[in-house]
């Protein structure tokens, strides 16, 4: 069983900045594709940015520009840095493999003020 455990979310104004961080089980990081998704209640969890075991990554929808995921092989952690955020980003995040496990995370929730 993954281990998935999600950190770094809270409360930013519009254009403001967060750090995500993402603890995984030993080696996973390094073996495996991993991403953010997050989810807005009443809607599908949607994902948000990838990152092949050789680094290579991929962002989708709006956070192509704003958003760069990260890993630390060596401590097992997935980063997700945000910047200029938007309202229409307020939502729970959460990192799992691609394609996900079948257990998830808490997730950490975003909120993004006007």
């Known amino acids: 069983q993954v281990q998935l455990v999600e950190s770094g979310g809270g409360t930013v104004q519009t254009g403001g900045s967060l750090r995500l961080s993402c603890t995984t089980s030993?080696?996973?990081?390094?073996?495996?594709?991993m991403a953010w998704y997050r989810q807005t209640p009443g809607k599908e969890r949607e994902l948000v940015a990838g990152?092949?075991?050789?680094?290579?990554?991929n962002y989708y929808g709006s956070a192509e520009g704003r958003f760069i995921i990260s890993k630390d092989n060596t401590k097992d952690m997935v980063f997700l840095d945000m910047t200029n955020l938007k309202p229409e980003d307020t939502a729970v995040y959460f990192c799992?493999?691609?394609?996900?496990?079948?257990?998830w995370g808490q997730g950490t929730q975003v909120t993004v003020s006007i």
């Open positions: 799992n493999l691609r394609p996900p496990a079948r257990l």
């Open positions: 990152i092949t075991d050789r680094g290579v990554v």
């Open positions: 030993p080696t996973i990081v390094s073996r495996y594709t």
